[in-house]
Structures are given as structure tokens and as C-alpha cells.
């Protein structure tokens, strides 16, 4: 140890490993502090949030979150409407958009077509699909998807199964329906192109595993690469939640924006994020901007919340399946 | 014959020249002739050879790994395949059960027969000819989402049978095979990875032998495994080699010599020396596999 201990070395060296000492101890409270923003950040905005609603949390206390009226003329604020159709169109969006993101990803990743040039122009088209600002989407939401939705979806719907609540209703084109379908569209770009990753980074030994016990292509893909990568798509899939839970722009254009709980999907209804968009500029008086921002901790809460689950299923999921060797 | 031998380098195992028809064989294989299928049939039935492989190559790409080989491999024995490191041992036992044509890229030409009928003729499901040969890895690979239970009887699930009884029995029979059965049985729910190295490596065996294969194929099975578990594994495929034709690959010479009835020497793609193992060992006739065995490379 003697060779390395400070008391041996020149004049230089002593200088040199100094400055690396020194450097050392800077780097460390750099990346210290640029950790540390993030939960003061994070906690400002918690915090913040809660501060700016007090007035409309001391007037309607919890029952906010489940009352069903939002009337600005009599000043009675109720969150459950939107709570609800957020709930309802991020999760038509995944019910569409999971299945075709997984599509695009076994697509990409399992060399169901083995020629290259497809799947590479394909993987990146995917890709640029998410860099598309949402007022774009928005704008092509309300110009051409609500009326071809209209038009050829939820008329004949309403036609043919106009008895099931579902589809009750006069179909108009900006409701829940066309806001989950704008919105599926918009998490597959992120969930195929992550869940094409975790399909890439399944091991080749566990194909080959199941190619030797006499499995056909597509049985490989069911029973060996997606158990194997479940966690990983199921991570993908809480992202894409997490982006239709907040999106904003797109829904509040093509949503209808009434305040409104209904079991038909063909009706306008309302978003957390929506709502806040939508009425924020025009609030007048403190109630009802502390009730838009109680809004906005409400959203807060839910984004975390999902992470949080999220996050705890996954590690659940990994500490089943750590391998050994 | 004679002629080509030397030319080639080439020794051909004893077992192809016990007979005449034998000699026939090898030679119309070597010089490319088209086999009828019922005549290699026959002559292989008559010797109990299991696979016969005919001119097999095998590329990447532009890289040819195998550069012809003919091969006999006897029923109900253990054939070891040994060689030098990039010498196409794994590539020949992938070519075996038609694994290696699913690497982009890779290619395989010539023939391989498997009681008498070749599985590379385009009338052949390469599906239905993994269901006959199973296969041991390199490293352990038990899906890590199903239990010890759930693994052993993938293979018989994939093939349809839902049937309780005949899953217990058949999960319970290749566990003992595999020789992990007592270690296993009473915590059969638990995940496949949460099992040791060597456990998983016999979890894979009795996985393969839970379909009935009638060939099984093991690229390096012990080489990620200790003295210990290596001692168990070997103990296994000498049980096995009772009802089962095994083809192992082996980088460990010692291994070959404890196990095998058989050895094939490659080398650089090529089958230099095939005979019995003590013959090998004890008196190769190729002066390549003389080096090698003594350690002078490899």
C-alpha cells in the first residue's frame, strides 16, 4: 500500500492527485444537486399546487373529488366528471392501442417479414410518429377522424346496436369515443417502439428453447418471447397510460367538453387536463381558479399514482423471474 | 475410395467400412450423387444408424462453416463431437435439428437423413422434425415465467396434451431421467430460474425428454457448470443413451472419453477423424487429431 500512500510522491504527482481529489469531490456534488432538483421540483409543484387550491379544498373538502356538478354561475365545483373522462378515454385508448402496438412491435422485432429495409423504415416512420406535436393531432382529430368516425363507426353502431348503453345516444363525432381512438393512435408510437426494444433484447437461447421443443413461429412469439419480456411491455404500457392521462391539446379539441357522467361513449365529455386548458384563461374569481388547480393536484396524484403501481408490479414481476448464472 | 481418402485427408470412421454397402454409401455421398431416399434407408436400418448426414454444408453469409460432412451417427449410443473452437461442432448439431437455417443469414445445403427419410427435403416440416430431436444448450435456458412444472411440460402442451394425469406422469418420468427429480419434487411450483445453475441445466434436459424426442442434441451442456454439477449431468446422458441417441458437443476432451461411444474430430469445418472413442484416444489415425488429443493445439 506503501507505493500509493500520499508521503511517497513528488512534488507533481502530490499536485496531480490533488487536483483529481478535487475533482472528484466536485463531480460528486454536482450530480448530487442535479439529483436533489428533481425532488425539490417535484415537491414545489406538490406543493404549490396544494397551497393555490386551499380555498376550494376548505370549501368542498374531499367531497370535491366525487361531487358531480361544475357550475361556474353558482360557483359549485365537483371533480368527479372529469375524473371520469379521463378515466374513460385513456382507457379506450389502451384497449385499441395496446394490441395494434404490440402488433407493430412483433412486427418490427420477430422478423415476421426478414427483410430489412422494411422493418427499418417502418421502426423509424413509428418513431416519427411521436415527435407530431399534439395540436397536430388535434387539428387532424377534429377536421378527419371525428367526422370518419362519425360517419362510418358510430352510426352504424348506434344503427345496429343502439340498445347496449355503450352505443346510446345520438352519434356527433366530438365524445368520448373519438377522443379514445385520437388518443390510441397517439401512445402506440411510444408503446411499440419501446415494447419493439424489450422484444429485441429477449435472449435468442429462449426462442431456440422453445424452437427445439417443436414450436412453430408463432407459438415461440406467444409462449416464450412475450412471458419472457411481460414486464418490460407491461412498463410500455404504463408510459403510454401515463401520456393519454395527460395529454392535453388533442383531447380538449375533439372531447366535446361537457362536464357529463353517461355510459354511452357517443356523448361529449370532459378530461382533468381539459378542464384546465379549456377554462383556465377565462376564470374569474378565487374559487373557481382554486378549483381548477385543485383539478390540477387531482391529475398530479393520478399520474403518480399510476407510476407508483406501476413500478411496484414490475418489481414484483422481476423478483419472480431474476436468473441465476 | 481409397484414393479419395487420401487426397481428402480423410479417414472415415470404422463404421463405414464394417460392410460393403457401407462403403457404397460413403462414397456416392462423397462424390455428390443423388441417394434415392429408400436406399439410404435401408442400408442405414440394416447398421442402426440413426442420422446420416450426406455432404451437409452450413454457411453465414459467405462464411462456410461446414464444408461437407458425412456422417454416421449409431442408435441408442452417445456420439461426441469435439474440435477446436470455431471448428463448426455447433453449428453441425444445429444443422441436425434444422436450427441453424433460423439465424438471418445462415444456409445449409446437402442432406440429413433421420430414419431413412431427409429432413431437409422440401416436403418436411421442420416443426414436426424438432418434435423428434430434442435439444440441450450451451447455458442453462429454463423460461424463467413458468415453474419447474410448467417448463418440463411446455413442450407436451405445445403438442396438445391437456390431460392432468399423463402431465404429472410425464413430468414426474423425465425429472427422474434428468436426475433432479428428488431435488425438485416437492416444490415443483417454483419458478424454473430460481433453481442453481446445474439444476436448471437438468431442468433443460428432463425439458427435452419430456416429449419423447428419439434424438437429443447437447451443445456443451456442462460448460457453465461446475466439477459437481458436470459429474451429475454426465451421470444423466449415460442413463439415457439406454433408449435415446445422443449427439454431444464437447470442447473437453475428458468428457468425450468418459462418455462417448463415438467420436468425431473437426476441424476448420471439416470431419478429420470418426471412430470409436477408445480408438481415437488411443490410436487416432489422423495425425491432426493425434495433435490435438496430445494438446499440442486447440
Known sequence: MKAFSKARLTKTEVRTWNASANADSLMKVLVAVAAFTVIAIL??????????????????????????????????????????GTFVTSLLALLIGLPISLGVAIFLSEKVKSRRMVTRSIGTLVELLAAVPSVI???????FLSPLLRRYVETPLHDYLGFVP??????????????????????????????????????????????????THWEVIWKAVLPYARSGIFGAT????????????????????????????????YTLAAVIANQFTEATGQLYISSLIEIGLVLFFMALAINTFARLLIWKMKRGMNIRV | ???????????????????????????????????????????????????????????????????????????????AIMGPSGCGKTTFIRCLNRLHELTPGASV???????????????????????????????????????????????????????????????ERSLKLAFLWDEVKDDLKKSGAALSGGQQQRLCIARALAVEPEVILMDEPCSALDPTATAKIEEAIFELKKDYTIVIVTHNMQQAARVADYTAFFYLGELIEYGNTEQIFENPKNELTERYITGKFG
Open chain 1, 137 to 143: 393531432y388535434g387539428l387532424w382529430g377534429l377536421f
Open chain 1, 238 to 269: 404504463i408510459l403510454g397510460l401515463a401520456r393519454a392521462v395527460g395529454e392535453t391539446m388533442a383531447v380538449t379539441m375533439v372531447i366535446g367538453n361537457e362536464p357529463k357522467i353517461t355510459a354511452s361513449l357517443f356523448s361529449g365529455g
Open chain 2, 109 to 171: 445445403t446437402g442432406r440429413v437423413i433421420l430414419d431413412g427419410e431427409d429432413i431437409y427435403s422440401p416436403k418436411v416440416n421442420p416443426v414436426l422434425v424438432r418434435r423428434k430431436i430434442g435439444m440441450v444448450f450451451q447455458k442453462p435456458n429454463p423460461f424463467p415465467t413458468m415453474s419447474v412444472y410448467d417448463n418440463v411440460a411446455a413442450g407436451l402442451k405445445l403438442n396438445g396434451v391437456r390431460d392432468k394425469a399423463k402431465l404429472d406422469e410425464a413430468v
Open chain 1, 166 to 215: 355503450l352505443f346510446a345516444g345520438t352519434p356527433f363525432g366530438l365524445d368520448f369515443f373519438t377522443a379514445g381512438v385520437l388518443l390510441a393512435i397517439m401512445i402506440i408510437p411510444t408503446v411499440s417502439a419501446i415494447s419493439r426494444d424489450v422484444l429485441n433484447a429477449v435472449p435468442n437461447s429462449q426462442r431456440e428453447a422453445m424452437y427445439s421443443l417443436g414450436a
Open chain 1, 43 to 84: 415537491t414545489a409543484i406538490a406543493f404549490e399546487l396544494y397551497l393555490n387550491s386551499l380555498p376550494s379544498i376548505s370549501k368542498f373538502g374531499i367531497s370535491f373529488i366525487w361531487g358531480t356538478t361544475w357550475d361556474v354561475s353558482t360557483e359549485m365545483f365537483g371533480a368527479l366528471p372529469f375524473i371520469f
Open chain 2, 1 to 79: 475410395m481409397r484414393r479419395r481418402k487420401k487426397k481428402d485427408g480423410l479417414v472415415m470412421g470404422e463404421l463405414a467400412i464394417q460392410e460393403q454397402s457401407d462403403i457404397d454409401i460413403s462414397l456416392a455421398s462423397q462424390q455428390g450423387e443423388v441417394l434415392s431416399d429408400s436406399s439410404a434407408s435401408v442400408s442405414q436400418r440394416r447398421r442402426g444408424h440413426k442420422i446420416v448426414t450426406i455432404d451437409l454444408k452450413a454457411q453465414f453469409g459467405r462464411v462456410q462453416v461446414l464444408r461437407g460432412i458425412n456422417l454416421e451417427i449409431k442408435e441408442r449410443s452417445i456420439t
